[in-house]
Protein backbone atom coordinates (compact mmCIF):
# COMPACT_ATOMS: atom_id res chain seq x y z
CA UNK A 1 0.00 0.00 0.00
CA UNK A 2 1.39 2.93 -1.07
CA UNK A 3 0.72 6.54 1.19
CA UNK A 4 1.60 9.60 1.03
CA UNK A 5 1.03 13.22 3.12
CA UNK A 6 -0.19 16.16 0.97
CA UNK A 7 0.61 19.83 2.36
CA UNK A 8 -0.31 23.01 1.93
CA UNK A 9 1.51 26.66 3.50
CA UNK A 10 -1.02 28.24 4.40
CA UNK A 11 -2.38 31.22 6.72
CA UNK A 12 0.16 33.30 5.04
CA UNK A 13 -2.15 36.47 4.15
CA UNK A 14 -2.51 38.24 0.59
CA UNK A 15 -0.20 40.67 -1.08
CA UNK A 16 1.88 41.39 -4.02
CA UNK A 17 3.33 37.75 -4.43
CA UNK A 18 -0.03 36.73 -4.96
CA UNK A 19 -1.58 36.63 -8.45
CA UNK A 20 -5.12 35.98 -7.20
CA UNK A 21 -7.05 35.91 -3.88
CA UNK A 22 -5.96 33.18 -1.32
CA UNK A 23 -7.92 29.59 -1.27
CA UNK A 24 -7.00 29.08 2.34
CA UNK A 25 -9.77 27.28 3.15
CA UNK A 26 -10.43 25.38 -0.49
CA UNK A 27 -7.16 23.97 0.57
CA UNK A 28 -8.02 23.06 3.75
CA UNK A 29 -10.51 20.45 2.45
CA UNK A 30 -8.23 18.70 0.22
CA UNK A 31 -4.51 18.68 2.20
CA UNK A 32 -4.08 16.43 4.64
CA UNK A 33 -1.22 19.15 6.69
CA UNK A 34 -0.69 22.44 6.80
CA UNK A 35 1.98 24.37 7.52
CA UNK A 36 1.21 27.56 9.22
CA UNK A 37 2.70 30.70 8.75
CA UNK A 38 4.26 32.01 11.69
CA UNK A 39 4.26 35.94 11.21
CA UNK A 40 7.82 36.67 9.85
CA UNK A 41 6.97 36.17 6.38
CA UNK A 42 3.27 36.67 6.78
CA UNK A 43 0.40 35.76 8.89
CA UNK A 44 -0.38 36.80 12.00
CA UNK A 45 -1.70 35.68 15.41
CA UNK A 46 -5.47 36.18 14.18
CA UNK A 47 -4.80 34.21 11.02
CA UNK A 48 -2.80 31.22 12.77
CA UNK A 49 -5.69 30.59 14.85
CA UNK A 50 -8.68 30.45 12.22
CA UNK A 51 -6.09 28.43 10.38
CA UNK A 52 -5.49 25.95 12.70
CA UNK A 53 -8.74 25.89 14.03
CA UNK A 54 -10.07 25.04 10.48
CA UNK A 55 -7.11 22.58 10.28
CA UNK A 56 -8.43 20.84 13.37
CA UNK A 57 -12.04 20.86 12.38
CA UNK A 58 -11.58 18.80 9.40
CA UNK A 59 -8.45 16.39 10.32
CA UNK A 60 -5.26 17.92 8.82
CA UNK A 61 -2.53 18.39 10.76
CA UNK A 62 -0.92 21.49 12.07
CA UNK A 63 3.02 22.47 11.11
CA UNK A 64 4.61 26.15 11.71
CA UNK A 65 5.92 27.30 8.92
CA UNK A 66 8.99 29.76 10.04
CA UNK A 67 10.95 32.01 7.86
CA UNK A 68 13.48 34.78 8.17
CA UNK A 69 12.92 38.17 9.32
CA UNK A 70 11.77 39.27 5.95
CA UNK A 71 8.13 39.96 5.40
CA UNK A 72 8.54 42.52 2.80
CA UNK A 73 9.83 40.22 0.73
CA UNK A 74 7.56 36.99 1.64
CA UNK A 75 10.36 35.69 3.56
CA UNK A 76 11.80 34.28 -0.47
CA UNK A 77 15.02 36.82 -0.10
CA UNK A 78 18.11 35.07 1.60
CA UNK A 79 19.23 36.91 4.61
CA UNK A 80 22.56 36.64 6.26
CA UNK A 81 21.48 36.35 9.60
CA UNK A 82 23.82 35.06 12.38
CA UNK A 83 22.97 31.39 13.09
CA UNK A 84 22.00 32.11 17.27
CA UNK A 85 19.86 35.26 16.34
CA UNK A 86 18.11 33.05 13.26
CA UNK A 87 17.95 30.37 16.38
CA UNK A 88 16.08 32.54 18.60
CA UNK A 89 14.13 33.93 15.50
CA UNK A 90 12.75 30.72 14.76
CA UNK A 91 11.87 29.36 18.15
CA UNK A 92 9.72 32.08 18.49
CA UNK A 93 8.07 31.56 15.29
CA UNK A 94 7.70 27.26 16.49
CA UNK A 95 6.89 28.60 19.95
CA UNK A 96 4.34 31.50 19.06
CA UNK A 97 2.54 28.68 16.77
CA UNK A 98 2.04 26.26 19.49
CA UNK A 99 1.00 28.72 22.07
CA UNK A 100 -1.80 29.74 19.21
CA UNK A 101 -2.64 26.64 18.49
CA UNK A 102 -3.10 25.10 21.69
CA UNK A 103 -5.77 28.45 22.38
CA UNK A 104 -7.75 27.01 19.72
CA UNK A 105 -7.68 23.02 21.26
CA UNK A 106 -5.19 22.14 18.70
CA UNK A 107 -1.28 20.58 18.87
CA UNK A 108 1.57 21.31 16.35
CA UNK A 109 3.25 18.38 14.77
CA UNK A 110 5.81 19.33 12.64
CA UNK A 111 7.85 22.22 11.02
CA UNK A 112 8.18 23.34 7.86
CA UNK A 113 10.70 26.22 7.03
CA UNK A 114 9.36 28.77 4.12
CA UNK A 115 11.14 30.06 1.38
CA UNK A 116 14.65 31.06 1.45
CA UNK A 117 15.46 29.93 4.67
CA UNK A 118 14.01 26.20 3.50
CA UNK A 119 16.62 26.18 0.30
CA UNK A 120 19.32 27.72 2.77
CA UNK A 121 18.52 25.07 5.23
CA UNK A 122 19.30 22.79 2.34
CA UNK A 123 22.83 23.29 1.77
CA UNK A 124 24.21 25.78 4.94
CA UNK A 125 25.26 23.92 7.98
CA UNK A 126 24.69 26.94 10.11
CA UNK A 127 21.58 27.81 9.08
CA UNK A 128 20.39 24.04 8.93
CA UNK A 129 21.83 23.84 12.56
CA UNK A 130 20.03 26.94 13.99
CA UNK A 131 17.06 25.13 12.56
CA UNK A 132 17.60 22.06 14.18
CA UNK A 133 18.44 23.39 17.85
CA UNK A 134 15.50 25.75 17.65
CA UNK A 135 13.09 22.84 17.12
CA UNK A 136 14.53 20.89 19.71
CA UNK A 137 14.50 23.65 22.72
CA UNK A 138 10.64 24.47 21.77
CA UNK A 139 9.77 20.74 21.57
CA UNK A 140 11.50 17.39 20.03
CA UNK A 141 8.67 15.63 19.13
CA UNK A 142 8.12 17.92 16.45
CA UNK A 143 8.98 16.31 12.62
CA UNK A 144 11.11 18.35 10.30
CA UNK A 145 10.16 18.42 6.69
CA UNK A 146 13.02 19.13 4.27
CA UNK A 147 14.15 18.24 0.86
CA UNK A 148 16.13 14.86 0.17
CA UNK A 149 19.64 14.96 1.06
CA UNK A 150 18.92 18.45 2.66
CA UNK A 151 21.25 19.32 5.64
CA UNK A 152 18.50 20.11 8.08
CA UNK A 153 17.09 16.58 7.60
CA UNK A 154 20.59 14.89 8.03
CA UNK A 155 21.04 17.27 11.55
CA UNK A 156 17.05 16.72 12.27
CA UNK A 157 17.99 12.78 12.14
CA UNK A 158 21.29 13.18 14.07
CA UNK A 159 19.79 14.95 16.88
CA UNK A 160 16.84 12.28 16.83
CA UNK A 161 14.16 14.46 15.54
CA UNK A 162 11.51 12.57 13.24
CA UNK A 163 12.68 13.44 9.48
CA UNK A 164 9.74 13.98 6.59
CA UNK A 165 11.12 14.00 2.99
CA UNK A 166 9.47 16.35 0.85
CA UNK A 167 8.44 16.66 -2.93
CA UNK A 168 6.77 19.52 -4.93
CA UNK A 169 4.35 18.90 -7.53
CA UNK A 170 3.81 22.51 -8.68
CA UNK A 171 7.54 23.80 -9.07
CA UNK A 172 9.99 22.68 -11.60
CA UNK A 173 13.21 20.58 -10.90
CA UNK A 174 16.61 20.51 -12.07
CA UNK A 175 18.52 17.59 -12.85
CA UNK A 176 20.45 17.23 -9.65
CA UNK A 177 17.26 17.23 -7.29
CA UNK A 178 16.89 21.37 -6.33
CA UNK A 179 14.24 23.62 -7.64
CA UNK A 180 13.93 25.68 -10.77
CA UNK A 181 14.62 29.33 -9.09
CA UNK A 182 11.16 31.10 -9.56
CA UNK A 183 12.47 33.80 -11.47
CA UNK A 184 13.51 31.21 -14.37
CA UNK A 185 11.36 29.63 -17.41
CA UNK A 186 9.96 26.25 -16.02
CA UNK A 187 9.70 27.32 -11.92
CA UNK A 188 5.98 26.78 -11.68
CA UNK A 189 4.13 23.99 -12.73
CA UNK A 190 -0.07 25.34 -12.96
CA UNK A 191 -1.49 23.03 -15.03
CA UNK A 192 -3.55 20.80 -12.82
CA UNK A 193 -3.25 17.53 -15.39
CA UNK A 194 0.20 17.71 -15.55
CA UNK A 195 0.67 18.58 -11.31
CA UNK A 196 -1.35 14.97 -11.19
CA UNK A 197 0.72 13.07 -13.38
CA UNK A 198 3.68 14.19 -11.51
CA UNK A 199 2.12 13.45 -7.92
CA UNK A 200 1.56 10.24 -9.19
CA UNK A 201 4.54 9.09 -10.50
CA UNK A 202 6.28 10.67 -7.10
CA UNK A 203 4.33 8.95 -5.16
CA UNK A 204 4.04 5.95 -6.24
CA UNK A 205 7.65 5.84 -8.31
CA UNK A 206 9.54 7.92 -6.44
CA UNK A 207 10.19 9.76 -9.47
CA UNK A 208 9.62 13.70 -10.90
CA UNK A 209 11.19 14.20 -14.69
CA UNK A 210 13.19 17.47 -14.57
CA UNK A 211 13.09 20.34 -16.60
CA UNK A 212 15.94 18.99 -19.25
CA UNK A 213 13.95 15.69 -19.28
CA UNK A 214 16.02 14.04 -16.64
CA UNK A 215 14.25 11.82 -14.10
CA UNK A 216 14.94 12.63 -10.97
CA UNK A 217 14.77 10.03 -7.74
CA UNK A 218 13.41 11.90 -4.45
CA UNK A 219 11.27 9.16 -2.24
CA UNK A 220 8.70 11.79 -0.69
CA UNK A 221 6.71 11.11 2.44
CA UNK A 222 4.67 14.43 1.27
CA UNK A 223 3.50 15.98 -0.91
CA UNK A 224 3.18 20.05 -1.41
CA UNK A 225 1.06 22.29 -3.39
CA UNK A 226 2.06 26.35 -2.60
CA UNK A 227 -1.10 28.32 -1.85
CA UNK A 228 -0.01 31.29 -3.75
CA UNK A 229 0.49 29.08 -7.09
CA UNK A 230 -2.23 30.59 -9.83
CA UNK A 231 -4.89 28.08 -9.48
CA UNK A 232 -3.39 26.20 -6.38
CA UNK A 233 -7.16 24.84 -5.07
CA UNK A 234 -7.70 23.30 -8.36
CA UNK A 235 -4.29 21.94 -8.54
CA UNK A 236 -4.85 20.37 -5.21
CA UNK A 237 -8.10 19.12 -6.63
CA UNK A 238 -6.47 17.14 -9.88
CA UNK A 239 -3.52 15.81 -7.04
CA UNK A 240 -5.70 14.17 -4.57
CA UNK A 241 -8.21 12.59 -7.05
CA UNK A 242 -5.58 11.57 -9.39
CA UNK A 243 -3.70 10.00 -6.27
CA UNK A 244 -6.95 8.35 -4.85
CA UNK A 245 -8.00 6.99 -8.25
CA UNK A 246 -3.98 5.62 -8.40
CA UNK A 247 -4.85 3.63 -5.25
CA UNK A 248 -2.83 5.92 -3.09
CA UNK A 249 -3.46 6.38 0.69
CA UNK A 250 -3.41 9.99 1.13
CA UNK A 251 -3.45 11.22 4.83
CA UNK A 252 -1.03 12.86 7.45
CA UNK A 253 2.69 11.45 8.07
CA UNK A 254 1.85 11.84 11.96
CA UNK A 255 -0.84 12.05 14.16
CA UNK A 256 -3.43 14.77 14.27
CA UNK A 257 -3.78 15.43 18.00
CA UNK A 258 -5.85 17.86 19.81
CA UNK A 259 -4.41 20.01 22.87
CA UNK A 260 -7.54 18.98 25.04
CA UNK A 261 -8.54 21.85 26.49
CA UNK A 262 -7.81 25.56 25.49
CA UNK A 263 -4.79 26.47 27.24
CA UNK A 264 -4.16 23.14 28.84
Known amino acids: MVVIDLNA ?35 DAVTMAATCAGALARGVAIG ?9 GFGRRPVDVAADVLRAQVAHQVGGLIAVARS ?7 V ?21 EAVLSVDPTLAVLGMPGSRVLALAADAGLRTVVEAFVDRGYRADGSLV ?5 GALV ?3 A ?22 VHLRPDSL ?12 AVAVRHALQAAGVVVRPFGPVAAAGPAGA
Open 224 to 235: CVHSDTPGAAAL
Open 190 to 192: TDP
Open 112 to 132: KPHGALYHAAAHDEAHAGAVV
Open 181 to 185: PRTEP
Open 64 to 72: AHPSYDDRE
Open 9 to 43: DLGEGDGPWRLEPPADDALLDLVTSANVAAGYHGG
Open 194 to 215: VAAERAVRLAVDGVVVAVDGTP
Open 104 to 110: VGARVTH
